[in-house]
């Protein structure tokens, strides 16, 4: 049995003019149009192929060996590409533009907009449909995760306190605007950390490690970096945070720690226009 809205690995049975037939069993014969094709190797009868299966626009079960951006059961941010009275649709790399019917809509959209959705099968159409309204499926299972836990983060919304992010596609966390150090906007993916998980269950992230790990890795890329540029760095504790996000990727509150640490340690200056190797 094919999964719709899923990668599938399907045998070929029989050739046509217009594409190959897939087995797929109690689903009966799964065609792949000529057009979805692989384009670099020959399709025989018995090859088996990984192929994306979906309904086509007369609903029926169809196959592409495309990968598209988003499957059933996951999250991705896509580009609203047309609008209508039905609801709009979203570029998700298939011929066939993904639905987001106006009732799953969480904000007014234009032409153009990125959106972040959730893919699901509408249980009455039985067609790939996108929602935005996402808390229903996230937070429905215990979040296990440790301090200091490195995560996926897919970026959803700025909010009054930071923004708020989507932690291996499973439940939702906040980066907190002061460990937003760097630019963020929603549809980006980020490496994340967990750094609070508080009594009411919610959880807050960082983008950068914590505790010793982050000022350990980040003094070596300091002192690296030193020793690539003759001794001595354009950036000092007085440097603005973009600066320093440029050049390491960490908060200026971080760096500030770290070159506090070599300095202590008799490793380096601190000037005002930058730092220096002792």
Not at 174 to 201: P, S, V
Request: aromatic share 8%; proline share 5%.
């Amino acid at each position: 049995m094919a999964l719709i809205g899923d990668m599938n690995t399907l045998q070929i049975i029989r050739q046509a003019d217009f594409g190959v037939y897939l087995d797929g069993g109690p689903d009966g014969d799964i065609l792949l149009p000529r057009r979805e094709m692989p384009k670099d190797e020959p399709c025989e009868d018995e090859d088996w192929l990984n192929v994306f299966v979906y309904l086509d626009s007369e609903d029926r079960i169809i196959a592409t060996t495309r990968k598209p951006k988003v499957k059933v059961g996951e999250f991705a941010s896509l580009k609203v590409v047309d609008i209508n009275r039905i609801g709009l649709f979203l570029d998700w790399g298939l011929n066939k533009d993904l639905l987001l019917p106006h009732s799953e809509e969480k904000r007014p959209l234009q032409e153009g907009d990125y959106c972040v959705v959730y893919a699901y099968i509408d249980q009455r159409t039985k067609r790939i449909t996108a929602t935005a309204r996402l808390d229903r499926y996230l937070d429905l299972t215990p979040a296990n995760y440790t301090v200091g836990e490195e995560v996926d983060l897919l970026i959803v919304e700025p909010t009054d306190l930071g923004f708020k992010a989507i932690i291996n596609g499973k439940h939702w966390g906040l980066i907190h605007k002061n460990e937003a150090f760097k630019f963020l906007r929603g549809g980006m993916q980020e490496r994340g950390f967990i750094r609070e998980i508080r009594d009411d269950g919610l959880i807050n992230l960082s983008l950068q490690p914590q505790g010793r790990e982050l000022r350990d890795s980040l003094s070596e890329a300091i002192l690296a970096k030193l020793d690539a540029s003759n001794g001595r760095l354009p950036l000092s504790d007085k440097s603005p945070a973009n600066e320093i996000a440029d050049m390491f990727g960490v908060s200026k509150g971080n760096f500030k720690k770290a070159i506090g640490g070599l300095y202590k340690h008799g490793v380096i200056r601190i000037l005002p226009d930058g730092i220096e190797l002792v």
